[in-house]
């Protein structure tokens, strides 16, 4: 082996380590953020009394274990799940239609969940309980403009352009939907809806956050799998088609994969903007675009912001609980403007 191709390996080698640092390092980030999850909220729990009654220790404190076994842990594990889908998705996107503004918030899904629980709850859930009857309609709006979104893709070859133009006008369509359901809805009702679109944890409980795991640990492998095909789609679709990448169909099967991740995450949490948008470009200035450790690590990122905006929803007003979707956006709007003005966006 020459010289240049030894130092090229060994540079290689070096880069490969950095990045496993980086997402395990984050990993760990992320569980003290769990941690501290848990142990916030309107009665503050010792870290010394949520270790042992976490590990269901002999001695534990019971009170302390119905506290994280019946409430917090729910809400602070689909707090990760939901954060590593909209990750996971948000990186997926902006790679595959090679728009850094692309997530499943900018691209109308947020938008048409809020819509069918708009609907829902202005129906009175149609005599099913709400736990089932709010986000069944949200998946179900949600899957529709997927379906949307894929038919007029489909019809343009999958173009990115397309598709992004089609998310747009989703998103719109669907953002006056929901002012005509609040516009139309008695005071109460209102609220209600109101509450669902500002997101929250706040409904969490095992069940919900069985089908969110279980959706989304179903489609990161079948994601990750195209690792390769999307670092390869990074280069440009022209030389991306050159190297036999049937990019319109790579196109269908992934938008189809993150939309139902996305679907069944927004479902049960409501709108939570700006972690599908944010963490892939916080992914990416850390390892840059190599799929295989810019997905994963995307997912952590998400994971981390969705956990941390959840504990300072839990501290910013003693004693109540401010919904999530709120803190996200104030935390992701002034960073996004720093992303702006460093000029780190691609594109």
Known sequence: MSPAIAAAVAAH???????????????????????????????????????????????????????????????????????????????????L???????????????AAGFGASVAIQHGGWGLPPVLAVPGAAFLATSLAC?????????????ANTVVLAGIALLFLFHALQSLMQFRAAPEVGQQIVFWLLGSLAKADWLNLAITAAVTAAALPLLLRQCWAL???????????????????????????????????????????????????LARLCIGEDQRFLLPLSGLMGALMLSSASVLSKVIIPGALVPVGVVTAVIGVPFFFWLILARRLPG
């Open 231 to 281: 670092t390869a789609l990074r280069l440009g679709e022209a030389r991306a088609r050159a190297l036999g990448l049937p990019v319109g169909g790579l196109r269908l099967g992934v938008v189809a994969l993150i939309s139902l991740m996305t679907a069944t995450a927004i479902s049960f949490v409501g709108t939570i903007g700006f972690v599908g948008l944010v963490a892939p470009h």
């Open 147 to 159: 379906a949307v979104i894929l038919g007029v893709g489909r019809l343009r070859g999958m173009a």
């Open 13 to 95: 080698r070096r880069r490969e380590r950095r990045r496993l640092a980086v997402l395990v390092a984050t990993a760990a980030t992320l569980i003290v953020s769990l941690l501290l999850d848990l142990a916030t909220g309107p009665a503050l729990l010792p870290m010394r009394a949520v270790v042992p009654a976490l590990l269901g220790q002999p001695g534990a404190d019971e009170t302390v274990s119905v506290i994280l076994w019946s409430l917090r842990l729910p809400m602070a594990l689909m707090a990760l799940v939901v954060g590593v889908a909209l990750g996971v998705s948000g990186a997926t996107m902006q790679t």
């Open 97 to 111: 239609l090679d728009n850094p503004l692309a997530s499943p918030y900018t691209l109308g899904l947020a938008a």
